[in-house]
């Protein structure tokens, strides 16, 4: 009657991901060196030059310490994959940092649409770890009104059809839809009134995709996976902050789900879904972490293992 919301289902995906990861770089290579300059490098010298600038400045806070933090962990995830495949290296030509915290509200915008216009075209393996980054940005972006609110994830309509090798992670990240809506249904007894908006709108984005993803399965010829009747939280929920910590935890689950179905296929249409069902649940998890009093509050590399 139960199952378990400890990401074992997601964790085992990932751990596929991986090892696909450390396969298609070798094989990618066997073809030739690609002596073109890496189209990651423009995203790295970005993220390395907002993270210096955070540091920097004068009266940040807790939010500038924010930024300075996930745009590092972002350019050291990016450096290990560029000086991986060590193509030529060129001169960035980076717009000079700003000055105050208010500047980097069109800065994070830029290095959001800057990550997001690179997914469609690149190998799988790589095209995760960019997802990751524009749904990183997406998150900082609402971590202080001076940095946002920043856009909403875009609607993006299902593909046509579905790849055979995209069914089983799309059953994963249904499972986790449904894991999604029935958290939302039972904190709404923990939280107070003034949270009802957010709750609203997150079980509506949740119901939106759930029956998106069983229409995409059901097309598939594949039988969707039906939710649990109940599931066992990590932690009991008691009060406002507890379930909070539940939400975010939820939302974590459904980023790292839509993460791995990106990973496993090149199919444009279903990455730009997978894309932005990623960077919702890196938005809509960014205030529950907060509220919860999780550290820090937005994920440098949503759906990323830890």
């Not at 066997?30 to 390395?48: I, T, W």
């Not at 997978?274 to 999780?294: C, K, N, S």
Request: aromatic share 4%.
């Amino acid at each position: 009657m139960t199952a378990d919301l400890s990401r074992r289902a997601v964790l085992r995906l990932g751990a596929l991901s991986a090892t696909v990861a450390a396969a298609v770089p070798l094989a990618a290579c066997s073809g030739g060196y690609d002596d073109a300059p890496d189209p990651l490098a423009p995203l790295l010298a970005m993220a390395e030059a907002d993270a210096a600038a955070a540091r920097k400045l004068p009266a940040g806070g807790d939010a500038a310490g924010q930024v300075a933090d996930a745009r590092a962990a972002q350019a050291a995830a990016l450096k290990t994959e560029v000086d991986r495949l060590n193509r030529p290296k060129r001169a960035e030509n980076v717009p000079p940092a700003p000055a105050d915290l208010g500047g980097f509200k069109d800065r994070l915008a830029a290095a959001r649409k800057q990550a997001e216009d690179l997914v469609p075209a690149l190998p799988a393996y790589r095209a995760g770890l960019v997802a990751s980054v524009a749904a990183g940005c997406a998150g900082l972006q609402r971590v202080a009104p001076e940095l946002g609110p920043g856009a909403d994830a875009k609607a993006a309509a299902a593909p046509a059809s579905v790849p055979k090798e995209a069914v089983d992670p799309l059953q994963k990240a249904l499972a986790a839809e449904h894991a999604s809506l029935w958290v939302y249904g039972l904190v709404t007894a923990y939280l107070p009134g003034d949270f009802g908006d957010a709750v609203k709108a997150g079980r509506a984005e949740h119901t939106a995709r759930r029956d998106v993803v069983t229409q995409m399965i059901t097309s598939a010829s594949a039988t969707p996976v039906a939710p649990e009747a109940a599931y066992v939280p990590p932690k009991p929920v008691t009060d406002t902050a507890s379930a909070a910590a539940l939400v975010a935890s939820a939302e974590a689950d459904t980023a790292a789900a839509w993460h791995a179905v990106l990973t496993h296929t090149d199919d444009s249409g279903l990455r730009g879904m997978a894309l932005q069902a990623l960077i919702a649940a890196a938005r809509r998890g960014m205030p529950w972490r907060q509220e919860a009093g999780q550290k820090p509050a937005a994920v440098a590399l949503p759906g990323q293992p830890a």
